[in-house]
């Protein structure tokens, strides 16, 4: 078993998920397995109770553990399926160690950070890969070098190469490389301090990933090998990509790094053959038409907390050689009429969410598509949000809403599902993770699925009330998808409209780039359809 530790130095946000998930496209690509493992250095146990704007999206695995969205990266950019083994905080190895001094694990001991701690990140690594599913296992450790919650994992891996043997292990480092205007110059100073303080711990990195806005000149690349004890070989210059992330592999695999970690680890293995990759890219970069797609939610500021679907929207128009002008309307705008705001566009897709805030202007944004024809793509709230319009304004129930808004609607279309009533714990509560539906036939969904039965992932506490099943089925609001015993609606269609689907699940959470998800790639090319 080979290891590769990525770790981050000089300031957060330099994209250490995206050169680990690219890493592994290229590793993939050379024929190897490869596994991911993420570790957060903060108290949470999982990232599942926390704010979208403070954290982006929680990324949703098969398990139906809420991780980082870094494994959103991992799962699109290599064929790898993870579990809840492939993501830990601090919050989970603390937890855990009380828990086992609790039952009397360490009867008659001092329990601490070392060795305690360290073991418990040791312990998981080992666990990952005893799995024996990999040839590589590629461990990100989030947060920036020098932080005080990241030291215990720094210390556990510096043991860990000990034990591993260094020549089955290699360390990347993601810098930043920052250019001075004044000076006219790339400045190494930071990323000296950060290797240094790095070293400090016992660290000593083999490769550098040096994120930069322009090309790192050899005396640079001398600089930073000298300082930093690397070969300069192992300076790798990760500029800025201009178009698309999905750039990143095929930067990194000019650079050399997929070679010279083979070459570290011992590993023969042939060139990646990028073809499908590269043709990828260039219809993301290069595409034949456009489509115009409006996106309504609450968090549209923030570019991380809608990612998977972003990254499913291109998947799908890449596949339709077609690229993605996204409009993002924050839903409160909406309030009060959607006033030829989604006028210019070809299709609406409402993501998924919690709280009222912006659930009536979602509620009017689902209308003006049904109105107008528009295709519509709904999505766990968005799928909730659909249904109380079409209550009330199709079907007349003025007063439908969903429990979670209004606790005493008249007409409770939306409601909690009988296990969650009892629930008062907010942490990994809801329904979670990979669950089947089973598609009606003759209907949209199963076109555009061609199947009878799909897996998706679920993360939700309320769902369609069945009660009113009939009343609205009678008006042209069809559920075209149950869980299999027929208790749970998953999907639901409207008979008069072109392409209007919402789904209780996140079918974003499945795509990839030479495999869009079906219901994003039906939607784009219904907008096609639409706009032509
Ligand atoms: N808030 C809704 C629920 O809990 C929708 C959740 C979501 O969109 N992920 O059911």
Known sequence: MKYIFVTGGVVSSLGKGLAAAALGTLLELRGLRIVFQKFDPYLNVDPGTMNPFEHGEVYVLNDGAETDLDLGHYERFTNCILSRHHNMTSGKVYESVILKERRGDYLGKTVQVIPHVTDEIKRRIREVSDEGKADVIITEIGGTTGDIEGLPFLEAIRQFILEAGPQNVVNMHVTLVPYIRAA?????????????????IGLQPQVLMCRTEFPLDLETRQKLSMFCNVSPRAV?????????????????????????????????????????????????????????????????????????????????????????????????????????????????????????????????????????????????????????????????????????????????????????????????????????????????????????????????????????????????????GTSPDGALAELIELRDHPYFLACQYHPEFQSKPNKPHPLFKGFIQACLAHQS
Request: charged share 30%; net charge neutral.
């Open 184 to 200: 006219g110059e790339l400045k190494t100073k930071p990323t000296q301090q950060s290797v240094a303080k790095l070293r400090e």
């Open 236 to 480: 790798i210059e990760a500029r800025d990509v201009q178009n698309t992330i999905y750039e990143v592999p095929l930067m990194l695999q000019a650079e050399g790094v997929d070679e010279l970690v083979c070459e570290l680890l011992n590993l023969q293995t042939p060139a990646p053959d990028l073809t499908n990759w590269r043709k990828f890219v260039d219809r993301i970069i290069s595409p034949k038409k456009q489509v115009k797609i409006a996106v309504v939610g609450k968090y549209i500021d923030l570019q991380d907390a809608y990612k998977s679907i972003y990254e499913s929207l291109t998947h799908a128009a890449a596949s339709q050689d077609c690229g993605i002008d996204l409009k993002l309307i924050d839903a409160e705008r909406l309030q009060d009429g959607v006033d030829g705001q989604l006028k210019d566009v070809a299709g609406v897709l409402i993501p998924g969410g919690f709280g009222e805030r912006g659930v009536e202007g979602k509620i009017k944004a689902a209308r003006f598509a049904r109105e107008q024809k528009l295709p519509f793509l709904g999505l766990c709230l968005g799928m909730q949000v659909a249904t109380i319009e079409f209550a009330r304004n199709v079907c007349g129930l003025e007063r439908a809403n969903s429990t979670e808004f209004d606790q005493n609607a008249e007409d409770p279309v939306i409601c909690l599902l009988n296990e969650q009533r009892e629930i008062r714990n907010k942490g990994a509560s809801m329904r979670l993770g990979t669950w089947p539906t089973k598609i009606s036939q003759g209907t949209l969904a199963e076109k555009i699925y061609g199947s009878s039965e799909v897996l998706e992932r679920h993360r939700h506490r309320y769902e369609f009330n069945m009660k009113y099943r009939e009343r609205m089925g009678e008006k042209g609001f069809l559920v075209s």
